[in-house]
């Protein structure tokens, strides 16, 4: 198929939702292909004796090739856009779960989860970035449009298991391959399009890159809490993604496909809280955002453990809805502290977010294996209170190089 030419390519305003929901629904199929492997934890730990550890393990090996690869992704694309990567890394999911139906031995589970987290590696800067191309200057909406595709893609993540992976097993994954299939066609539709956008950037007249406003010190401290901040959040929602089900089962009896369901209620909490979260940092600052909904949590995550079954689900949704919506919100203002530096910036974010999630999910499955998943479950309610850091922030005027005023 014939590249778009710059010529006829639609200009950026007219075709940025296109774009942006493309984007988005490939992130859907993307999360939803990779939470297959968490999906089937219930399955493989009976049918190869796996403790907790061995499933934190799993996560770790999907997880921490995100983290590796993802900055290094994001700094290449920044200096050497590739457009078509897009449709590649979805070729290496697809890979991922062939392996994932076929494996036989938990080495072999290794592999498959190593080959998911490389497909998700490459796929996830490059896709922020298109979603940032195609805004149209509303930053915090369109990160919010492109977040929730791949949340929507988790939280169905469930119910699939539900209804498929867990009545037909762990063969029944391979089917989820035409999903990939679908995927790789809709990147390849915008590859085109980020083809002809790099070219029409290409001859207008060079931009000078931009420095960041504020000192290195200042960036240094920004970062860490940053990191702080996506610790609190993704260690407490892979512990969630990766145990939850086994909470339920434990603390309240509950059957695997029940559990599943209460599970697809948090998840799917996370995609709608996600939404909102980058329309607010738009209208209200990225700031206030990143304050109310990881401080806000905290509250409901403290009574979690504490609650009935109904109220544990109900705790559980307000935790997700208000927790998720920082995401977005710190993706933009990240970006904002290094102008030019898009898919690094990118990179980084994600590739932490789900590196230190992982480890926290295998050292709390390590925990485990020790103390129970339910006193887990209590210790973990005590996380969202790093988001207290959110103090020693930047705020916008120092971002413009402006003093910040109280």
């Not at 369901?261 to 939404?275: H, K, P, R, Y």
Request: charged share 10%.
């Amino acid at each position: 198929m014939d590249a778009v030419s710059a010529k006829t390519a639609p200009p950026v305003q007219q075709t940025s939702l296109n774009i942006i929901l493309a984007v988005s629904a490939a992130h859907l199929i993307n999360d939803l292909i990779q939470f297959l492997l968490p999906a089937l934890y219930p399955v493989l730990k009976a049918n190869y004796d796996l403790d907790y550890f061995q499933i934190g393990l799993l996560t770790l090996a999907q997880q921490i090739t995100a983290c590796v690869l993802q900055p290094l992704m994001g700094l290449y694309g920044d200096v050497r856009p590739k457009p078509y990567i897009l449709a590649v890394s979805l070729t290496i999911v697809a890979a991922g779960v062939l392996l994932l139906a076929t494996a036989n031995s938990f080495l072999l589970l290794l592999v498959a989860a190593v080959v998911l987290g490389i497909g998700s590696a490459l796929f996830h800067p490059e896709a922020s970035r298109v979603a940032r191309l195609a805004s149209g200057g509303r930053l915090g909406l369109a990160q919010s449009a492109f977040q929730v595709g791949g949340n929507a893609g988790t939280a169905i993540g469930p119910l699939a298991a539900a209804l498929i992976v867990l009545p037909l097993g762990q063969m029944s994954t391979i089917w989820f391959g035409l999903a990939a299939v679908l995927g790789i066609m809709v990147l390849t539709y915008v590859g085109r399009w980020y083809a002809a956008h790099q070219r029409m950037a290409a001859s207008r007249p060079a931009v000078a890159p931009l420095k960041p406003a504020i000192s290195r010190n200042r960036l240094i401290v920004a970062f860490s809490v940053i990191g702080a901040l996506l610790l609190s959040k993704y260690v407490y929602i892979e512990t969630f993604k990766s145990y939850y089900t086994f909470y339920l089962i434990e603390k309240f009896g509950l059957p695997v496909q029940d559990a599943q369901f209460f599970l697809f209620l948090f998840l799917g909490a996370i995609a709608v809280g996600t939404f909102f979260g980058g329309p607010i940092g738009d209208r209200f600052g990225r700031l206030a955002v990143i304050w109310g909904s990881i401080v806000g949590a905290l509250p409901f995550a403290l009574l979690i453990p504490y609650a009935n079954l109904w109220g544990t689900a109900a705790l559980s949704i307000a935790v997700g809805l208000i927790l998720s919506s920082a995401f977005s919100a710190i993706v933009v203002y990240a970006q904002e502290l290094v102008p030019g530096k898009v898919g690094m910036v990118a990179g980084f974010v994600f590739g932490f977010a789900f590196g230190i999630g992982a480890i926290g999910a295998a050292v709390l499955g390590a925990l485990a294996d020790q103390i129970g998943i339910v006193a887990v479950f209590g210790l973990c309610a005590f996380l969202p209170f790093l988001g207290f850091l959110t103090i020693f922030l930047p705020r916008h005027a120092e971002l413009l190089g402006k003093e910040a005023t109280a």
